[in-house]
Structures are given as C-alpha cells and as structure tokens.
C-alpha cells in the first residue's frame, strides 16, 4: 500500500514532467493523427507518453494497478487496498492537434473511490501543479519551488463570476445554467487546466454538461479538492472514481470555496 508522502508527490512530478518532454518532441515536428474507436484523436504523443508513466508508476509503486486512457484493456480493477492510478497521458488531444498549447498530462492516485494524489503538467505552457491529501495543493513556480495555491471564495457584490468553459466541447445547456448563476464572464480553455485554473484562484467555477472520462478529472480534482475547492456532481456529491468499470463521468461542476 503507497504511503502519501512529499517523496512520493515529488516522483510522480517528476514521471508526468518526462512525459511532457516526450509529447514536446512530437509537438515541435510534424505528426500523424489516427482515430480510436470512440472517435476520438490518437496520436503518437499520446502513445509515447503513456508508455513512460506506465512504466515509471510499474516501477515506483508494483503493487497498484495503473488505468489509462491508453490501455484500459490491461486494467483489472483496484488493489485488495483499492488502490489504482488513473492516468490521461495526453489530456487535450485536440488542443494539441490545434497546437494551442492547452494540453495536459494527468495523473492520479485512486483509493476509496477518492482522488488523494494528483499532478497536472501543460508543458507547452511550462505550468505544473501538484497536490496531495496531507500536504496541500501547490503550483510549481519558475525556480522549480513548490508554491501553496488555493481556491478563492464566491464573487462579492459588484463582481461577475468568472467561468471557465471548454474550447473543444460547447454544450448547449451551459446557457441556462449561467442564466441561474447570475452576473458572469466567461473563459474558453482546454484541458484539466480548467479545474487547475480554480484551484489557483484565477478562476471561480467550471461547469461541465457532457461526456469526460475519470480520467479527464481524477488529477485535477485531487487539485482542486486540497486547494479548499469542490468538484461535484450536479446534486452536490462529490465526483466519485469508486467503480472504474464506469469510466464516463455524470455531468459535474468545479467550485472554489464554498
């Protein structure tokens, strides 16, 4: 059973920060794109970056099974702990297609149902966050130092909420949800740097209608969760990764502080 230490947060930086470097070298050059079954975009950034965090997480923990996007065949389900990771090694595939920058590598630590762990690499934007249940939600600064984030309180008076909304997926019941929020401006962007965005403090909630993945969330929500923030279903339960089996997500909202 993984023990959640600051030594075990700093190892799995370091795994998602080779794989970015991994998913730069595709991105700086000319690339082939093929599609899965699911119609969604695959490419060999993907394939590359998932076979280093398999092995690294192999390696570093032998006793938790590893669910990623990139191989959920090989995916059976939880340790007798019930714990697993939850990897999306390339989040943001059509961002990155795009070549906007806003693409992402996740990766998550399972266990009850809960993300404990989580770090979030954008290396195209040289952005790493990190969290852990324990030892607080960070943002890696330009000297390499861990800097303490957290998510700011609801809008005073005079304040519009800022939302985030996603650049790939618009989603035509977004409207009404915002018309019951009250005064707002909106953000398009990609990726889990949605719900990283919140745990910052830059941002104040992310409404998401339509299909992600657990392992669209699981990092970023860890993230979130230790920055003083909330990622919750539509009727206000947490987002739960207890039944991996069930890897499509309910429609979900990412709040700051209550």
């Known amino acids: 059973m993984p023990t959640i230490t600051e030594s075990l947060l700093k190892s799995v930086e370091q795994l998602a920060c080779e794989a970015g470097e991994a998913i730069m070298q595709v991105y700086r050059r000319d690339f082939s794109v093929e599609i899965k079954a699911d119609n969604s975009p695959l490419t060999e950034a993907d394939k590359a970056a998932h076979e280093i965090i398999a092995r690294g997480l192999q390696a570093l923990t032998p006793e938790v099974p590893v669910l990623s996007e990139e191989d959920t065949q090989g995916f059976n389900g939880a340790n007798a702990e019930s714990f697993y990771w939850l990897v999306d090694p390339l989040d943001g595939t059509k961002e990155f297609i795009k070549r906007n920058d806003e693409f992402t590598v996740n990766i998550a630590l399972i266990t009850q149902g809960k993300p404990v762990l989580g770090v979030v690499v954008a290396p195209a934007l040289q952005l790493t966050y990190l ?124 709040w700051g502080k209550r």
């Not at 969290?131 to 519009?160: C, H, M, N, T, Y």
């Not at 650049?167 to 740097?193: D, K």
């Not at 392992?215 to 003083?228: F, L, M, N, R, S």
Request: glycine residues 10%; charged residues 15%; contains cysteine.
């Open 131 to 254: 969290a852990a249940e324990g030892l607080g939600a960070f943002k890696v600064g330009a000297d390499g130092q861990w800097q303490a984030i957290q998510a700011s309180l609801p809008p005073q008076a005079g304040r519009p909420w800022r939302v985030l909304g996603s650049r790939s997926h618009p989603e035509p019941r977004m409207a009404a949800w915002l018309a019951a929020l009250g005064e707002y401006e909106t953000q398009p962007m990609g990726s889990s740097l949605k719900s990283c965005f919140i745990a910052e403090g830059k941002a104040d909630v992310y409404p998401r209608f339509g299909p992600t993945s657990l392992w669209d969330t699981g990092a970023a929500q860890a993230i979130v969760e230790q920055a003083g923030g909330r990622v919750v279903t539509l009727d206000d339960q947490p987002l739960s990764y207890a039944n991996p089996q069930q890897v499509l997500n309910p429609d979900f909202v990412v």
